[in-house]
């Protein structure tokens, strides 16, 4: 009887397992598609984050660098056999791939004749179809980006349409100017414009002058053009629409007047409010050299010129735009831009993209599939890049979409995953569920219970306030629970250190790390505010520090800034840094400015109050008021959170100038203070600051002596 329960029982176990076994082998499976496509659109989404990160900065060679970096990563990751293999592809608004990896270098008797012979020659050649085949030097300037022992960055190949060369040569040339100009600007270049307009007029001698005026009719860049006036290109800034003017010369030629039209991405840098024309863009041409036919040398030097100051404004694969811009004024049918190596680079005839990516080009929707590919079934993830308004500003307002980011992972691995675990599970389920029902209960309160208890205990004593707790029997190396104790303790020796920390910077760099939250950041750009500036040193510093011990200067130093900084405090203002002997603090807020003098008048006393025997130091006090910009200053790994600005430098003028004992303040600050019972101001002589062309009215402030009260007897 026994043995035919123990049968039953086990057929029964058998049977259990068996059924659980394959349940669990298929939801396995479900599970495991759904990691893969969650994997594959987190990658994409991994890309597309580090790819806007990167465009912000506007610098292509930095981009293709950091995708090079995610690519090597993802491919050791994979060797290591912690993901699947994974396949990245990026493409454009065109759907046309880009940041992809380097096809690999032709022999020269496998590119066309015409090409290879100027890629040897580094000689401008014509093709017997017409096309024209222009070397681009490598010069001094490009070898950031390109490497110096070659003699040629590329080759330019242009398939000209001479009869619209010829009969729209008035169109096509202010055009691809405007286009250049567009692209410079983009890149916030401003200072090559006017070497570009010089290289243009130098290398295409019929263009006579280019210049451009803002929204005030003002020229801005470029040189003046004889015959022309900032009162000409006035009617053009009230349109509405940007319009090209084209107006006669007296020589035969043409004046173009460009309208430059209000932007989203040129908001970056021109207020909205300018209206529908920020500027106008002026090309002064001379008669055709060639009249009745195409001028290809002037087209070609106008293209040659514009891509390498477009190149130099690091945009990099922007330049694509601009070459079609180019072909899109019928001028030229073709352009295609060749590596020095004679890989081709650029085409302006685009191939058709492929379905997936057309797809989500379209729809601005994430697509998710599985497809059949060479080396099995894999999962692909197909992630739309936004064109967000911060993009505009390099990639224009054209389209909605910068393009997509695909992502494909191999299913090899998550099959041979699903059967390993499949197989492990039908081994050892039942010893497995055995050895559970035994000891489930002593192992669980013993290695989670009693530990995890003690963990929330901690976090309470935490969240209490208490930072004296740790968990004991934390383990980097141990078990889960182990790990966790430590990251908590972990956790509790940074929130010490944080407590300390935030005793080193001021209270405005501490809000704005809190303010980054998450995104672990600080906005390096800074923000104008007002603010009213104090600074105070401390005279005779350098003669005590020469006569006495340096231990005994530090604790000097601590005992009159701790003085001065209680002082700070008392009257709302924030320390914003100490630089030896000189203290430097800022108000904000009401009665900013009075606060900031009463604070001065106590933090002499305080002065003289901390002093100790044979110490005969004293403060000098400076103060200003105004706009400053206050934000995070130096580099992205090591900031300083502090205010900059012409207010700043004179208040430390101001403190440089006093005397001890000695408040020095602006006029701005007299005026804003006004009448105060506590405070005297007295005007001082004009002082001099350099970098201003006037004395600046500088007034002494000080505190007002009380009498002392008179007994009724007297």
């Known amino acids: 009887m026994a043995v035919k329960v123990f049968v039953a029982v086990g057929l029964v176990v058998a049977m259990l397992l068996s059924i659980q076994a394959w349940t669990d082998g298929q939801r396995e499976v479900r599970n495991l598609r759904k990691q893969s496509e969650a994997s594959a659109r987190d990658i994409a989404r991994l890309y597309i984050g580090a790819l806007e990160h990167s465009m912000l900065g506007g610098n292509g060679i930095e981009i293709k660098t950091l995708i090079e970096k995610l690519d090597r990563r993802l491919q050791q990751a994979h060797q290591d056999k912690s993901v699947p293999e994974v396949q990245v592809q990026i493409f454009d608004q065109r759907g046309i791939e880009v940041l992809g990896p380097m096809p690999r270098v032709p022999a020269l008797e496998e590119l066309p004749p015409d090409l290879a012979a100027v890629l040897v020659q580094h000689r401008r050649r014509e093709g017997a179809d017409g096309r024209v085949y222009r070397p681009v030097d490598n010069e001094e300037h490009c070898y950031d980006c390109h490497e110096d022992k070659e003699a040629l960055r590329g080759v330019i190949v242009l398939d000209f349409d001479r009869a619209r060369c010829a009969e729209a040569r008035g169109e096509v040339l202010p055009h691809m100017i405007t286009e250049g100009f567009t692209h410079v600007m983009t890149a916030e270049s401003w200072e090559l414009l006017d070497e570009y307009f010089g290289t243009l007029e130098a290398v295409a001698p019929h263009i006579d002058g280019v210049a451009v005026f803002n929204a005030k009719a003002e020229l801005k860049f470029g040189k003046a053009i004889d015959g022309l006036e900032g009162a000409d290109v006035k009617p053009l800034l009230g349109r509405d629409e940007a319009k090209t003017t084209y107006l006669p010369r007296l020589d035969g030629g043409s004046l173009a007047l460009v309208p430059l039209p209000m932007q989203d991405r040129c908001t970056a840098c021109h207020d909205e409010k300018l209206g529908a024309i920020r500027g106008v863009l002026a090309v002064a041409l001379a008669p055709s050299p060639t009249p009745g036919a195409c001028a290809s040398d002037e087209l070609e030097s106008l293209i040659d010129a514009s891509l390498r100051f477009i190149m130099r404004s690091r945009l990099g694969r922007r330049i694509a735009d601009f070459l079609d811009a180019v072909v899109a004024t019928g001028a030229v049918r073709e352009l295609v831009l060749y590596d020095y190596a004679g890989r081709r680079y650029w085409t302006t005839t685009h191939p058709r993209p492929p379905a997936h990516v057309a797809e989500v080009l379209t729809s601005g929707n994430t697509l998710i599939d599985v497809i059949q590919a060479e080396d099995g079934e894999r999962v692909r993830a197909v992630e739309p890049l936004i064109n967000e308004r911060a993009c505009t500003q390099c990639h224009g307002t054209g389209s909605p979409m910068r393009g997509v980011v695909s992502v494909s992972l191999s299913t090899a691995f998550a099959a041979q995953m699903r059967q390993e675990t499949l197989e492990r599970r039908m081994v050892f389920s039942a010893l497995t569920l055995l050895g559970i029902l035994v000891m489930l209960a002593v192992l669980f309160h013993f290695l989670v219970a009693r530990p995890v208890k003690r ?260």
């Not at 980054?516 to 040193?537: H, N, Y």
């Not at 012409?646 to 006093?658: K, P, Y």
């Not at 002082?687 to 000080?702: C, F």
């Open 455 to 714: 963990i929330g205990e901690v976090a309470e004593e935490v969240g209490h306030g208490n930072l004296g707790v740790q968990v004991e029997h934390a383990d980097e190396n141990g078990d889960e629970v182990a790990r966790l104790g430590q990251r908590v303790n972990e956790m509790v020796h940074q929130l010490q250190a944080k407590m300390h920390l935030e005793k080193f910077v001021s209270r405005g760099a501490v809000a704005a790390a809190d303010a980054a939250g998450s995104r672990q950041i600080v906005r390096s750009g800074g923000e104008r505010r007002a603010a009213t500036v104090l600074f105070s040193d401390i005279r005779g510093f350098t003669a005590y520090a020469e006569r006495v011990a340096p231990e005994v200067v530090v604790e000097m130093l601590n005992r009159l800034l701790q003085a001065q900084a209680d002082v700070v405090g008392n009257f709302g203002g924030d320390i914003d840094k100490f630089v030896g002997d000189e203290l430097m603090a800022l108000f904000h807020g009401a009665n900013a400015e009075a606060r900031a003098v009463l604070c001065a008048t106590r933090m002499i006393d305080a002065v003289e109050r901390a002093r100790r025997a044979g110490e005969t130091l004293s403060v000098g006090v400076g103060i200003s008021m105004g706009e400053v910009v206050h934000g995070a200053i130096g580099h992205e790994d090591r900031m300083d959170f502090t205010v900059i600005g012409d207010v700043v430098n004179i208040g430390a003028r101001l403190c440089s100038a006093a005397a001890g004992t000695e408040i020095l303040v602006t006029e701005a600050v007299y005026q804003a203070v006004g009448q105060l019972e506590e405070i005297v101001f007295e005007a001082a002589e004009p002082m001099s600051v350099k970098g201003k062309r006037e004395p600046l009215q500088v007034y002494r402030a000080r505190r007002r002596a009380i009498a002392p009260s008179r007994s009724p007897e007297q």
